[in-house]
């Protein structure tokens, strides 16, 4: 089965620092790119950030540009979104997700799926 | 950064009916356009991917449509556990945005 389970979620204070683990099971977590993404208490979904399979590209919603940094460890089938200078909006829900692609007549087509349980981080003094 | 609205912004209908929702770019995407399907306190469900095509397992009462700028998802007959929050995403460009949510509640 096909599983992503996200951790190190918490209550953390402003300023402070979390480092958030996803890790995958029932496919070839090498070959997949993934994302965080999160969801604010009661409001929709935000992405977050990007790694493609090598961790050769990397993207960053603006919103976390500068003080989160994502990564993988493919040895250990795990993506990690380290969390510095958190502050209250940050307060969220955290999803990882794996990316799927296909290409049909040289067009790239993809969608995130599955996606993690979630973990829910808390920035509150 | 490509804007994605959704419209309604919450729907209420019956068992049975027939529901349309929509998805509007604020600049051409091509089929880039995914679609999700979200119940209280679960990860998102993927729906649709590439505008219109059906995820495996996924019913046939879904369905999208859609290209360039206008995309619509419909449910050809609501069914009890089809009420939950629908998001488009699109994967035409960075950031990887999502609609606002359509939330479908029950009348």
């Known amino acids: 089965e096909v599983q992503l389970v996200e951790s190190g979620g918490g209550l953390v204070q402003p300023g402070g620092s979390l480092r958030l683990s996803c890790a995958a099971s029932?496919?070839?977590?090498?070959?997949?790119?993934m994302n965080w993404v999160r969801q604010a208490p009661g409001k929709g979904l935000e992405w977050v950030s990007y790694i493609s399979s090598s961790s050769s590209t990397i993207y960053y919603a603006d919103s976390v540009k500068g003080r989160f940094t994502i990564s993988r460890d493919n040895a250990k089938n795990s993506l990690y979104l380290q969390m510095n200078s958190l502050r209250a909006e940050d307060t969220a829900v955290y999803y990882c997700?794996?990316?799927?692609?296909?290409?049909?007549?040289?067009?790239?087509?993809?969608?995130?799926?599955?996606w993690g349980q979630g973990t829910l981080v808390t920035v509150s003094s | 950064a490509i804007q994605l609205t959704q419209s309604p912004s919450s729907l209420s209908a019956s068992v049975g009916d027939r529901v349309t929702i929509t998805c509007r770019a604020s600049?051409?995407?091509?089929?880039?356009l995914a679609w999700y399907q979200q119940k209280p306190g679960k990860a998102p469900k993927l729906l649709i991917y590439?505008?219109?095509s059906l995820e495996s397992g996924v019913p046939s009462r879904f369905s999208g449509s859609g290209s360039g700028t206008d995309f619509t998802l419909t449910i050809s007959s609501l069914q009890p556990e089809d009420f939950a929050t629908y998001y488009c995403q699109q994967f035409n460009s960075y950031p990887r945005s999502f609609g606002q949510g359509t939330k479908l509640e029950i009348k």
């Open positions: 997700a794996r990316e799927g692609v296909i290409t049909i007549f040289g067009v790239v087509k993809n969608w995130f799926d599955p």
């Open positions: 600049q051409g995407i091509s089929s880039a």
């Open positions: 590439d505008a219109s």
């Open positions: 029932g496919f070839t977590f090498s070959s997949y790119s």
